[in-house]
């Protein structure tokens, strides 16, 4: 595990060194994005409460998608906060140790307090990635943050290599989107951004606001999974 720290107003990073987990704060509880797996979920309850907030207090966990390591802990986290679990149908045959809860289909939202969660189907990396649109603060300022549930290529099959890719192109269509949010922190640069705003000057940019590192990512993606593509049709075609 890190130590958590403070993103935005409303947002903090409660992950590990290599898989991530957000907390949202809102007007009226919690919301946990990810639940990390094994003892780090209960170390992720651990962080919560080193920020100043309460655990009971979270009030929905919602998993991008099935794998172990970013849902294996919905069921630690339900049980020490009573909140309810969100997930897509095609990943809830996943998780073992949590009765279905709520379950996310594309155009959905969830509101609590002030705080508004829209949420995408963009499967590909699973049958169920579940993307999501919010707003973070950042003083008086506001901006449109997004998570992209699922974005490794660790699958075969031309079948979901073909749902992946019209996932990312369609996130590569979205506009306005200012902060990436990603579930492996490397892939947003998530800690070096943060050493950033450790030292950030009163009138500096918020380095987490970055449009542009958005877009080029978006369409690295999509160039991967193009490449994938076209690997996996020549194997199919022999």
Known sequence: MVEPFQIFDNLYYIGMDWVSAYLVTTSDGLIMLDSLYGAFATAAISNVRKLGFDPADIRYVIATHGHGDHAGGVGTVQRASGARVAMAAGDW???RDTPEDLVIEDGDSITLGNTTLQFYLTPGHTPGVVSIEFGV??????????????MGLNFSGVDRTEMYLESVTRVRAMKGIEVNLTNHPGSARIFERAALLEDRAADDPH??????????WIRELQVNAEEKLAD???TRGR
């Open 93 to 95: 045959a996943m998780i």
């Open 137 to 150: 603060r950042d003083g008086d300022q506001s901006y449109k943050a997004f998570m992209f549930g699922g």
């Open 207 to 216: 380095p987490f606001v970055a449009p542009d590192d958005f877009s080029e």
């Open 232 to 234: 996996e049709r020549r």
